[in-house]
């Protein structure tokens, strides 16, 4: 089980389709705790893959999750939920006026971010969120949507390591979004949202209070995703009141049918909690695992990737950088480099195989950086509609500590009929489908 789980697990599912499928299986490792000579395990696996969404008249939905129950059968480690979750839905009560949205999001975070990443330095995070949307249109030509929000955050660890803390909270939100089309393909923005986080444990967290405002244009057609936006952070921590601006940009272009290049570009005040809901609609979901800290800080996010597409063929690069500067505490600031690619080759019409490379560079205020590199090969077989069977292999090298190679059996049976990609692009907005390529490998139809 690497940090990039999720980003090979999207990508392998070369036929682009709504899919929720059930897994069982068994990944053997000759180095379970990823330590120097660390002893060999066997994880039984039972997950949930999906990447499934719906849009409705009366109701909207999205899945994204790539999440396992993992026991392993020597080592005295715990049996815990690992991987990731987010979902969310729309229930429209009065279409196009008054809906009620609830979102679920469940990741893990590294407790101390320089020891090897086992379940004992991992903690479960569980992001609740509910609340209703109003939305009014005094124009033909303008909207005004207006959200409220209560969010509640669960987190806990197995073994109470040392520095693990403790982000317990209850959240309340609101945000307003006033936006006026320009044209069938162009609108701009002004949105403004504030936001209150109380924890449970306020000796080792403080309260905080964060408000943006922030004026932005859109631009999507069917080749181009354009979004941009900036303004300002209000963050007041206890005496603490500082300012920082505040950007995103979101460039998308397919260049062809098979091809489609995105930039990005994201500065923000905000904490590793609300940092799990951050870019989830990137071309790459990049899910490496994150550091559990209770203060805010500045994140800023550099990235770039290219995916082509073939009729039997499909390569994805991604280069990203991402900084988090905190403003109580400097010694938690760092910043990562992430490099991934990842070729699928379609051997047949139900065979493919994957081959993948993720390296990541870590650096700490107060510490030696810490380098990561994930090799994966997986051999993926469509036995029938919806029962798959795919042989993986992994390497994973953890600088200063261990490497690990496992060996992996999964099989998967679909709890949905897969349907073609060719029917999600309407939605542009979604997470995911719109920034793929239109392509040949993308829209065909599952085989049976």
């Known amino acids: ?142 909207t005004v949507t207006v959200d409220a929000g209560y969010s509640y955050v669960n987190s806990g660890s197995v073994a109470l390591a040392p520095g693990y803390v403790d982000l317990d909270s209850h959240r309340y939100d609101g945000d307003v979004r006033i936006e006026h089309a320009l044209t069938n393909a162009s609108s701009v923005y002004l949105s403004g949202s504030s936001a209150q986080t109380d924890f449970s444990d ?65 500065q923000q005040l905000t904490d590793s909690t609300n940092l799990l809901r951050l870019n989830l609609d990137q071309p790459i979901a990049n899910a490496s695992t994150g550091f559990a800290a209770g203060n805010p800080f500045t994140f800023r996010s550099f990235g770039v990737d290219w995916r082509f597409e073939a009729n039997r063929t499909s390569l994805t690069l991604a280069i990203y950088d991402n900084t988090q500067r905190y403003r109580i505490d400097s010694n938690l600031n760092n910043e990562s480099k992430v490099a991934d690619i990842l070729l699928t080759r379609q051997l047949a019409p139900t065979v493919d195989l994957s081959v993948g490379l993720d390296f990541q560079h870590q650096d700490y205020a107060v510490s030696a950086p810490v380098r990561v590199a994930d090799a994966l090969a997986a051999l993926r077989w469509q036995a029938g509609e ?24 999964v099989f998967y049976y679909g709890l949905v009929r897969p349907t073609p990609l060719v029917s999600r692009q309407a939605a542009p907005s979604g997470p995911g489908p719109a920034m793929l390529p239109i392509s040949p490998m993308s829209t065909l139809t599952p085989p049976h």
């Not at 609340?131 to 033909?140: M, S």
């Not at 062809?256 to 995105?262: G, I």
């Not at 029962?387 to 059996?409: E, F, I, K, M, S």
């Open 386 to 409: 919806r029962l798959g069977v795919r042989l993986t292999y992994a390497h994973n090298a953890l600088t200063p500590h261990g490497d690990a190679n496992q060996v992996g059996l």
């Open 202 to 266: 306020q000796v080792a967290n403080i309260n905080f209070t964060q408000r943006d405002a922030l004026v932005g244009f859109r631009f999507v057609n069917g080749r181009t995703v354009v979004d941009i936006s900036g303004g300002v952070d209000w963050l007041r921590e206890g005496p603490v009141a500082p300012t920082a601006g505040a950007y995103t940009v979101q460039l998308s272009r397919l260049i062809s049918p098979s091809q489609r290049l995105s930039l990005h570009a994201l």
């Open 1 to 142: 089980m690497t940090s990039q789980s999720l980003f090979f697990d999207q990508a392998l599912n070369v036929h682009g389709t709504n899919y929720l499928d059930a897994e069982v299986g068994a990944i053997a490792t000759d180095n379970a705790t990823l330590a120097e000579n660390g002893p060999s395990d066997v994880l039984a696996i039972v997950g949930l893959a999906a990447d499934i969404s719906r849009q409705g008249p009366g109701l909207d939905y999205h899945l994204d999750s790539d999440l396992a129950l993992i026991k392993y059968t020597r080592e005295d480690l715990p049996t815990k939920p690992s991987g990731f979750l987010d979902g969310g839905a729309e229930l429209k009560i009065i279409p196009d006026v008054f809906s009620w949205t609830a979102r679920e999001t469940y990741t893990e975070l590294v407790v101390d971010p320089l020891l090897p990443v086992t379940p004992e330095n991992l903690e479960s995070l569980n992001y609740v969120s509910t609340g209703p949307r109003l939305i009014i249109r005094p124009t033909l030509r303008t």
